[in-house]
């Protein structure tokens, strides 16, 4: 496997988490008293999907400046 595919499959992996946290947010912040910490759950997959999705951004401009035909994956 290479590295732009694993990215890209962490990337669709870490939408999944990123979503779940999301929900679990809501549903925590509907109680009388939530945890403080509930609603920070969803920022670490936040961080690493903002991380992985600027590499898939770079990537076809990177392949370009390098004179690597344009192909889709």
Do not use: C, K
Not at 17 to 41: C, D, H, K, R
Request: proline share 7%.
């Amino acid at each position: 496997m290479s590295w732009s595919r694993g990215i890209r499959q962490t990337h669709r992996w870490l939408s999944v988490a990123f979503t779940v946290a999301v929900i679990a947010n809501i549903v925590v912040m509907g109680q009388e008293s939530p945890p403080v910490w509930v609603a920070y759950l969803a920022l670490p997959p936040l961080l690493l999907l903002l991380l992985t999705g600027l590499y898939l951004f770079v990537l076809p401009y990177r392949g370009r400046a390098r004179g690597e035909a344009r192909h889709s994956d």
